[in-house]
């Protein structure tokens, strides 16, 4: 069997797969950015007990297993009475996992912001919510551009990982290619080529493309 | 340690309190006393101008007055009203952040480094206040804006991000954004110092002219002591945390009476 052959045999599982990927990939960043952004203010509060549930999230979130998280979800939630599909365990996992990682990025690049801003922002007389919002995230945003773009593309890898509880993605679809014919080498080195292809040609051109579009906002390109 | 808050009044009455008031205002970082019992008025209309050598704490003055800085002890009054304190239950205690905002509406600030918004053009710095703070709808805000950035010089340049203009420019631009609020009163701190010396007088003329033809109030912090002197209504030598001597810029740069007022003239003249 050649391996043009073995596209034509699987190609509409792949692809199936592939499109569960993306989906799992885009709902997993849209819940990342969230959960980084809530818990990246949280973590700046002055109040000592919101910025404790956000230390605590994190050092939960980022200190243990991606994996041991998503059987959490989806295994031991039902336990206490909450049940998720696997799609939807299966993003949700991802996404408050890698949205950890982003909190840390979010409160990183407020940080960054030069501390005249602020001060600008308090001479114009501005409420604390409107010198966050109109001043610093925007420019916090500029900041923390580059280090998204490398969150992203692992939250894309990191979605593999759904298909250890069933959900039909691409890793999920050649597993079971290779169950059923053995062909490994064509499977895997199938889906280490669209991951990476997910990555090179839709992942790094679209936060390039962002990149270069704030800089431009900001003045500075 | 707590202060006796009655001996500071909780507003001031008669007819001609100062517009600013700095009553016993210490400001300490840890055990360093940056600003010692600290007593200065500033009249409404006046141009009070603050000199010293670096760490003498003049920096400080308008940090607090802009609530930039919290205040250990005393008491800051504008326009006869507690800016760092409010009354409740006839006592003056801590202000909240309603009561700051309220007084703090009367305050513009310039900065050393002028502190724009580089996210945002020329005009959307000036706007951006008015219509976010002060509500006020897009158009009146713009008009404003024009109108100041004409007086600056800089209406040509309103669609131009901070990082496209040169020192001097932004300086202005920033001038035109805090007068868009249209304070009461202004300070200015060392708005002139990170300018190339070329460029100096772009700003200092713009002071100048709002000297000339506003009634505000002013409070500026500067190494310029031709500009002190030819702008000032009063100047203000501060040394080691309080002010060692003030008078009218004639009496001060012409006949100083301190020996630390004459020792930093003759310094700073021979550097010039």
Not at chain 1, 142 to 164: C, F, R, S, Y
Not at chain 1, 171 to 190: D, H, K
Not at chain 2, 102 to 112: L, T
Not at chain 2, 163 to 185: C, E, H, T, W
């Amino acid at each position: 069997m050649t391996y043009v052959e073995f596209l034509q045999a699987h190609s509409g599982r792949m692809i199936d797969g592939t499109i569960i990927t993306v989906y799992q990939f885009l709902l997993s960043t849209v819940v990342a950015i969230g959960i980084a952004i809530l818990f990246g203010l949280m973590k700046l509060s002055k109040n000592l007990a919101v910025r404790s549930v956000a230390i605590i999230y994190i050092e939960i979130f980022r200190g243990t297993s991606l994996l041991v998280q998503l059987f959490w979800i989806f295994f031991v939630l039902p336990l206490f009475g909450i049940h998720l599909d696997k799609f939807t365990a299966g993003f949700l996992a991802v996404g408050l996992n890698m949205g950890a990682y982003g909190a840390e990025l979010v409160r990183g690049a407020i940080l960054a912001v030069p501390q005249g801003q602020w001060e600008a922002a308090i001479a114009l007389n501005m409420s604390s919510r409107k010198r966050m919002w109109r001043v610093v995230l925007p420019q916090a945003f500029v900041i923390m551009l580059p280090p998204w773009g490398n969150l992203i593309i692992e939250i894309l890898k990191g979605t593999a990982l759904v298909a250890l509880i069933s959900v039909t993605d691409l890793m999920f679809e050649v597993r079971q290619i290779n169950i059923n014919t053995f062909l490994s080498i064509e499977a895997f080195g199938t889906a280490i080529i669209i991951y990476y292809l997910i990555a090179r040609l839709f992942v790094t051109p679209v936060m390039r493309a962002f990149e270069n579009a704030m800089s431009r906002k900001i003045g500075r390109a | 340690m707590t202060e006796d808050m009655s001996q500071y009044p909780l507003r001031l009455d008669g007819d001609d309190f100062p517009m600013v008031r700095f009553q016993k205002v210490t400001k300490a970082y840890g055990s360093l006393v940056v600003l010692n019992q600290l007593d200065l008025d500033v009249s409404a209309g006046e141009m009070v101008t603050i000199i010293g050598p670096s760490g003498s704490g003049k920096t400080t003055v308008l940090r607090m007055l802009m609530t930039l800085e919290t205040i250990n002890s005393g008491v800051i009054y504008v326009e006869g009203e507690p800016l760092t304190h409010m009354e409740r239950d006839g006592r003056l205690v801590p202000a909240n952040s309603a009561h700051i905002r309220r007084i703090r509406s009367k305050i513009g600030m310039c900065f050393q480094h002028f502190n724009l918004f580089p996210h945002m053009t020329a005009l959307g710095n000036c706007m951006e206040g008015p219509v976010q703070v002060l509500r006020l709808p897009r158009k009146e805000a713009e008009e404003r804006s024009l109108e100041l950035l004409e007086m600056v010089g800089m209406a040509e340049k309103r669609d131009q991000h901070p990082s496209r203009l040169s020192g001097g420019q932004q300086q202005r631009v920033a001038i035109a954004r805090a007068l868009a609020m249209r304070p009461k009163i202004m300070l200015f701190d060392e708005v002139t110092s990170a300018l190339d010396p070329e460029v100096i007088s772009e700003v200092t003329n713009v002071i100048r002219r709002l000297v000339d033809t506003h009634n505000l109030t002013m409070l500026m912090v500067t190494h310029q002591m031709g500009f002190a002197k030819e702008i000032s209504d009063r100047v203000c030598f501060f040394f080691d945390g309080s002010i060692e001597e003030q008078g009218s810029p004639a009496k001060l740069f012409e006949t100083p009476e301190r020996e630390r007022t004459k020792q930093f003239l003759n310094a700073v003249l021979e550097a010039n």
